[in-house]
């Protein structure tokens, strides 16, 4: 009886053991490998709204995917289509033990009735540890994951999620303008009364009314065909704001006419924080007569302005002073041409020396001819003693024989 007992008592042991194991397992079920949000198809969602240190919403209209953020800007739908791919894809790590989403950022995906097909509660990045340089000046790791929420525990995802901080550039195509700068043949600044015009010819710009003592300053010519070029807007402008507000009436215009013929006007307008107000358009003027490529060059300017020349952007203050430049700005005085050789010994050329007192005039030496080359020295012939000759002497007269 008594083993009987024993026997009972274990046995209650061990299924109590087994209740408390069994309990433990579903509170703290396996989430590794689990899929992060619940099925649902992308051809459904028409809402993506973003809330949380900053708040957005996408949207899908008729015309396609804007950005309320910005005013109903046209939304990249590339962009939000690989976004969606990657949070239906998106698998719990490991638990993150010690750490919640204390002010988490929410992703809500609806769709066009409202309905709420998933919802996201992500947290900070996950950052790697510090490896190489970064670790030995004390820098930190790279981003390289996020803190989600899984069934009420925080799991890390393999992905940083940077796209949905809320910040909207991220969700379009920031460039206003690429146009390439070797098609610019022509210039044009306006600021108040000024208008400065310039021309490329066989590759130099040329300004237009440079006077005899002025010459155009080519260092100051680098951003005149490349203003519009790489051309990425700050924000976007309430389109219910007034025109005159943004000051583009007395602000700086800058005109760009490329060689087949399209020219694209820019209006600078008011400060807007530390950017400023901007306009855009184009316009053409055919330059040949090539009926196929006119046309192309008129469904650009038509597509340009349906889409871009709508719009009031801020630009960054260095984009603006690129197009507001004055003559004063182009122009300096001309360099005078190089002396000649003689006068470079002179150290002060604009001095002019005194000139010298004018001596009497004095007798001109015969100039010295140069000696006669030396020949070898000729050995020289005695010449003849002259023979004085004495006159004979007179016979004297002997006396006659006396007899």
């Known amino acids: 009886m008594k083993k009987l007992l024993i ?3 274990a046995a209650a042991a061990l299924l109590g053991a087994a209740f408390l194991l069994k309990g433990r397992s579903q509170k703290t079920p396996n989430l590794v490998g689990r899929k992060i949000l619940p099925a649902f198809k992308i051809a459904d969602v028409s809402r993506v709204e973003i809330a949380g240190g900053k708040s957005l919403a996408l949207a899908a209209g008729e015309k396609g995917w804007t950005v309320d953020a910005l005013h109903g800007y046209p939304a990249d739908a590339a962009k939000i289509r690989d976004a969606l791919l990657k949070l239906k894809d998106l698998k719990a790590g490991q638990p993150a033990s010690g750490i919640s989403n204390a002010a ?3 992703v809500v995906l609806k769709d066009a009735g409202g309905k709420e097909l998933a919802k996201l509660t992500m947290g900070d990045q996950h950052r790697s540890a510090p490896r190489g340089e970064m670790a030995q000046f004390g ?5 390289d994951g996020r803190y989600v929420t899984l069934d009420g525990t925080t799991v890390v995802v393999n ?4 796209e949905f901080d809320g910040d909207p550039k991220k969700w379009v195509n920031a460039r206003i303008c690429a146009i390439t700068a070797s098609d610019v043949t022509d210039v044009a600044y306006t600021k108040g009364k000024e208008t400065v015009k310039l021309a490329r010819k066989d590759g130099k710009w040329n300004l237009e009314g440079l006077g005899p003592k002025e010459e155009l300053d080519s260092s100051k010519t680098y951003s005149l065909d490349s203003a519009l070029s790489y051309l990425d807007f700050a924000g976007v402008v309430d389109p219910k704001k ?4 943004l000051g583009f009436a007395t602000g700086a215009v800058y005109t760009a006419t490329l060689k087949n013929g399209i020219t694209y006007t820019a209006k600078i307008g008011n400060k807007v924080g530390s950017d400023s107000a901007f306009k855009v358009s184009a316009a053409f003027k055919p330059v040949g007569t090539n009926a196929t490529e006119n046309a192309a060059c008129e469904k650009t300017v038509k597509d340009f ?13 260095y ?4 197009m507001s430049k004055t003559r004063k700005d182009l122009v300096k005085a001309k360099e005078e041409p190089k002396k000649e050789e003689a006068k470079k010994e002179d150290p002060k050329p604009a001095e002019k020396k005194p000139a ?6 004095e007798a001109k030496k015969p100039e010295a001819k140069p000696a006669p080359v030396a020949k070898p020295a000729e050995a020289k012939k005695p010449e003849p003693k002259k023979v004085e000759t004495k006159p004979a002497p007179k016979p004297e007269a002997k006396p006659a024989p006396k007899k």
């Open 7 to 9: 026997l009972v008592i």
């Open 104 to 106: 988490p950022t929410t």
């Open 139 to 143: 820098g930190g790791g790279y981003p």
């Open 159 to 162: 992905d940083a999620l940077n």
């Open 242 to 245: 007034p025109e005159a507000e």
């Open 305 to 317: 302005n349906d889409n871009v020349g709508k719009w009031t952007y801020t630009i960054s203050s």
């Open 319 to 322: 984009s603006a002073e690129s």
């Open 356 to 361: 010298p007192v004018a001596k009497p005039a």
